[in-house]
């Protein structure tokens, strides 16, 4: 990490336990002190993942707050960071781990509605519909953080962009299945669309990871 001192330090930052900065005319903010060292980081593929002031930790809410303010009212600032690339493989590992489980749920409820079990079915379909919503705002998180090009991206000849957002047309027919009362047309959706676009989720995993690896920077080549 790089280290800028003066004779005279009035305040001190901290990178994972790391002295960093000693300074007694620190940028104007608390918000541009920290995106000067996310710059820096970034380079080194890590991102910042939680603050402190004077020992104290800095919870979500308080942020805007604390980044109006100026460096120079603390005596010590503390930023922790973690590796990308780690966090984006524990991502893909939860997001995977949620589709599975989504994938014996929905083998659940279509067995429910064979067998006419339809509250049974819809309770655990609205838990379905729950987990879809995570796993897509968290390969939308990971491809964030990762800041790769969706257009760019291939999926087994298929754009990611289009894998990722595959869900929404069966999730709007299924909506409307359920509004309209219409069980049958339900059970064959589920039978039929769901599953191409949980698979499609899995390549695009898959996918992901397969750039994480490819990255010289990110596996250490």
């Known amino acids: 990490m790089t280290n800028i001192t003066t004779d005279s330090p009035t305040m001190e930052l901290f990178l994972d336990d790391q002295l960093y900065l000693q300074t007694d005319v620190p940028p104007a903010t608390v918000e541009e002190l920290?995106?000067?060292?996310?710059?820096?980081?970034?380079?080194?593929?890590?991102?910042?993942?939680?603050?402190?002031?004077?020992?104290?930790?800095?919870?979500?809410?308080?942020?805007?707050?604390?980044?109006?303010q100026s460096p120079a009212e603390f005596q010590r600032l503390d930023l922790r960071t973690a590796s990308i690339p780690e966090l984006a493989r524990e991502s893909l590992n939860s997001a995977g781990a949620i589709l599975g489980?989504?994938?014996?749920?929905?083998?659940?409820?279509?067995?429910?509605?064979?067998?006419?079990?339809?509250?049974?079915?819809?309770?655990?379909?609205?838990?379905?519909?729950?987990?879809?919503?995570?796993?897509?705002?968290?390969?939308?998180?990971?491809?964030?953080?990762?800041?790769?090009?969706?257009?760019?991206?291939?999926?087994?000849?298929?754009?990611?962009?289009?894998?990722?957002?595959?869900?929404?047309?069966?999730?709007?027919?299924?909506?409307?299945?359920?509004?309209?009362?219409?069980?049958?047309?339900?059970n064959d959706l589920l039978k039929h669309d769901m599953g191409p676009v949980l698979d499609g989720w899995d390549r695009l995993i898959c996918a992901i990871e397969g750039q994480i690896s490819q990255s010289p920077r990110r596996t250490g080549g």
């Open 34 to 68: 920290i995106s000067n060292v996310r710059n820096v980081v970034r380079k080194q593929d890590r991102i910042v993942i939680a603050l402190a002031t004077d020992g104290r930790v800095v919870h979500e809410a308080q942020l805007g707050e604390l980044f109006r």
């Open 101 to 186: 489980a989504v994938r014996t749920e929905h083998s659940r409820i279509v067995e429910h509605l064979t067998h006419g079990q339809v509250q049974q079915a819809i309770e655990l379909l609205a838990e379905t519909v729950h987990a879809l919503s995570l796993v897509h705002h968290t390969l939308s998180q990971t491809i964030e953080l990762l800041e790769l090009n969706l257009d760019q991206l291939s999926c087994e000849g298929q754009k990611a962009c289009d894998v990722l957002t595959a869900v929404a047309r069966p999730l709007a027919e299924l909506k409307d299945c359920l509004n309209s009362a219409d069980y049958v047309l339900l």
